[in-house]
């Protein structure tokens, strides 16, 4: 017979037992493993399994929301009629037998759908933009890096007083520092939303936006396009293009990286008519500048990786017929045949589907918040049809495209901007082996250098390290960040 509780003081989940101790007890979700404490002297035994977790040298902050199953040595928790629920500060935990799901610390009534129609309502009749502050959001919250995390360091930088939100899924998501994390959905989050003079975003704002009077919206978007996006996707749906000339309606200012992407966002987005800033991409700053000032080298300590190891990127795009990442690369192998650390960075739509990939030298960098930072530490990357290949040719390192589906995605899925397989700075190939002699072959680089060239002298020509201190300047400039 085991006994389950909640321990609110440490945020820890008890289960207690009679009998000798168990060899093992682990609450395993896809992205977080927790291995408990275990004490007992033979009679009764307990295991302890705090519900936070410390990765990449980074600090201990809450499980990341989603399912667990809870497993102890000898013990069927599933058999057990156990049913406890408890809403601490930093999350909300329900226990059902050997089921155990990990959800944001909001009320429940809150949560609800009524609870959230009365927060959004009042959200909707305040009037808004009352505080010096500033309202960020990366990927819908699932992350704090992007764009929003470039300009949010130089904002802290020149105007500490300025107050920073950040806009988190829960609290597994590290913000910056000095920065305020508010809950999704949260009354903290609707307030801030409504009450912050300027909101940077590099997505849809979604739910219900109400522009408030003396607030203003930039839109940094989240990459130079390659494939096609907004009102140029195959097929036409009215209730897409209500929803794309709704959104762009809704940003005063948008970035892009560079002049193509200018002209791409503007007509994907409903012909955009108002601002539109051509200033690099902050996010690639440190691209430029990390290496020098010692990030690159701080990064590959907290990821465990030596100083001289060669590290190789894997980082697809998402494919609208699928939730999870592809699967196209062994990555174990992958990491054997080229004497390679690999990392794979799965899209951050794959976030919360499938479960953290592991090997020998495999590392999942799924989770990691900032993407910029791996690039930095990549030695080569391998990529299919995502942006990522805009923003690491910043580095001049090789590229590598990985695309068995290329006629699929090209043909059906999605469709092309422009012709990859001409321009590509880098090889394109569909089988594991052909990437791995690409990988292993010195003359790739000197093969594309002239195509790398022409690739970086229209897309990274303002990427110069420098992106982040003239978007900030602009703001300040033109009254959208006050001191």
């Known amino acids: 017979m085991t006994s389950v509780r909640v321990d609110e003081e440490s945020a820890s989940i008890i289960v207690s037992g009679v009998g000798a101790r168990p060899d093992w007890a682990v609450l395993e979700g896809p992205r977080a493993r927790v291995e408990a404490k275990l004490t007992g002297r033979g009679k009764t035994w307990r295991a302890l399994f705090v519900l936070r977790a410390a990765r990449w040298g980074g600090p201990e902050l809450p499980l990341p929301s989603g399912s667990y199953r809870l497993a102890i040595a000898g013990v069927d928790l599933a058999a057990e009629n156990t049913a406890v629920d408890a809403l601490l500060p930093s999350l909300l935990v329900t226990v059902r037998g050997d089921d155990v799901t990990i959800s944001p610390p909001i009320d429940p009534r809150l949560a609800s759908a009524d609870g959230q129609r009365t927060l959004e309502a009042r959200y909707g009749w305040q009037a808004g933009a009352t505080e010096n502050a500033v309202f960020f959001e990366s990927f819908y919250g699932f992350s704090t890096g992007c764009n929003p995390q470039a300009l949010d360091r130089e904002i802290a930088r020149r105007a500490p007083e300025i107050t920073r939100y950040w806009s988190v899924t829960d609290y597994s998501v590290p913000v910056p520092e000095g920065a305020v994390a508010v809950v999704e959905g949260s009354a903290q989050w609707w307030r801030a939303r409504s009450e912050s003079r300027l909101l940077i975003v590099n997505d849809?704002?979604?739910?219900?936006?109400?522009?408030?009077?003396?607030?203003?919206?930039?839109?940094?978007?989240?990459?130079?396009?390659?494939?096609?996006?907004?009102?140029?996707?195959?097929?036409?749906?009215?209730?897409?293009?209500?929803?794309?000339?709704?959104?762009?309606?809704?940003?005063?200012?948008?970035?892009?990286?560079?002049?193509?992407?200018?002209?791409?966002?503007?007509?994907?987005?409903?012909?955009?008519?108002?601002?539109?800033?051509?200033?690099?991409?902050?996010?690639?700053?440190?691209?430029?500048?990390?290496?020098?000032?010692?990030?690159?080298?701080?990064?590959?300590?907290?990821?465990?990786?030596?100083?001289?190891?060669?590290?190789?990127?894997?980082?697809?795009?998402?494919?609208?017929?699928?939730?999870?990442?592809?699967?196209?690369?062994?990555?174990?192998?992958?990491?054997?045949?080229?004497?390679?650390?690999?990392?794979?960075?799965?899209?951050?739509?794959?976030?919360?589907?499938?479960?953290?990939?592991?090997?020998?030298?495999?590392?999942?960098?799924?989770?990691?918040?900032?993407?910029?930072?791996?690039?930095?530490?990549?030695?080569?990357?391998?990529?299919?049809?995502?942006?990522?290949?805009?923003?690491?040719?910043?580095?001049?390192?090789?590229?590598?495209?990985?695309?068995?589906?290329?006629?699929?995605?090209?043909?059906?899925?999605?469709?092309?901007?422009?012709?990859?397989?001409?321009?590509?700075?880098g090889p394109l190939v569909s089988t594991q082996n052909e990437l791995t002699e690409a990988l292993n072959d010195p003359a790739v680089s000197q093969n594309f250098a002239q195509k790398y060239a022409a690739w970086r002298a229209q897309f990274n020509s303002l990427d110069d390290g420098q992106a982040a201190s003239r978007v900030v300047d602009r703001l300040f400039d033109q009254g959208y960040l006050r001191r």
Do not use: C
């Not at 701080?298 to 980082?315: D, H």
């Open 204 to 425: 849809w704002l979604r739910r219900r936006y109400v522009r408030k009077k003396g607030q203003r919206v930039l839109q940094t978007w989240h990459g130079t396009p390659l494939k096609r996006l907004a009102l140029h996707r195959p097929g036409f749906d009215p209730r897409r293009m209500v929803a794309v000339i709704r959104e762009s309606r809704r940003w005063d200012i948008l970035l892009a990286q560079n002049a193509y992407a200018a002209r791409i966002l503007q007509k994907a987005y409903a012909f955009f008519r108002r601002t539109l800033w051509v200033e690099g991409y902050p996010r690639n700053d440190v691209l430029v500048t990390g290496t020098a000032d010692g990030t690159a080298a701080a990064v590959r300590q907290s990821l465990g990786i030596g100083a001289e190891e060669r590290v190789v990127m894997y980082a697809p795009t998402w494919r609208d017929d699928r939730t999870e990442i592809v699967d196209f690369i062994d990555l174990e192998k992958l990491a054997r045949d080229t004497d390679a650390v690999v990392l794979v960075r799965g899209h951050s739509r794959t976030l919360t589907h499938g479960k953290d990939q592991s090997g020998a030298r495999v590392i999942d960098v799924t989770g990691f918040s900032d993407t910029s930072l791996l690039l930095l530490i990549a030695d080569a990357l391998i990529t299919d049809y995502s942006s990522v290949m805009f923003d690491f040719s910043v580095t001049g390192r090789p590229l590598y495209f990985l695309v068995p589906d290329l006629e699929h995605y090209r043909g059906e899925l999605r469709g092309f901007y422009f012709d990859l397989s001409e321009r590509a700075p």
